[in-house]
């Protein structure tokens, strides 16, 4: 079943490739992260629910939370500095 999300944090090419790349690692499929409009939206295949939370999880991790969840001015802050660092190695491993 395919899904579409909207995703917060997500600035650019880095940081889809840092989602795209977790994803794939998790088994994933139809991986898309759309960076052209606001709010990004990341869609992805998904096989069942428990998938389905596995992927907000990975998300959450790499500090791109779903939009639609209240994160609180702390826990969006450190959200947001995790998604630099994912931005900066998606940048750099897409170079290789």
Do not use: W
């Not at 995703?7 to 991986?31: H, M, P, S």
């Not at 990975?58 to 639609?68: E, F, M, V, W």
């Not at 001015?73 to 995790?82: C, F, P, Q, R, S």
């Amino acid at each position: 079943m395919i899904h579409t999300f909207e995703v917060a944090n997500v600035r650019c090419g880095g940081c889809a490739n840092t989602i795209t790349k977790a994803l794939q690692e998790a088994g994933f499929q139809g991986i898309n992260v759309d960076l052209s409009c606001e709010p990004r939206k990341v869609t992805v295949e998904a096989v069942n629910e428990a998938h389905l939370a596995q992927f907000t999880t990975i998300l959450r991790k790499l500090g791109y939370p779903l939009t639609d969840i209240d994160n609180g001015l702390i826990e969006g802050t450190v959200l947001k500095a995790k998604s630099f660092v994912s931005c900066a190695v998606g940048k750099f491993g897409s170079e290789n």
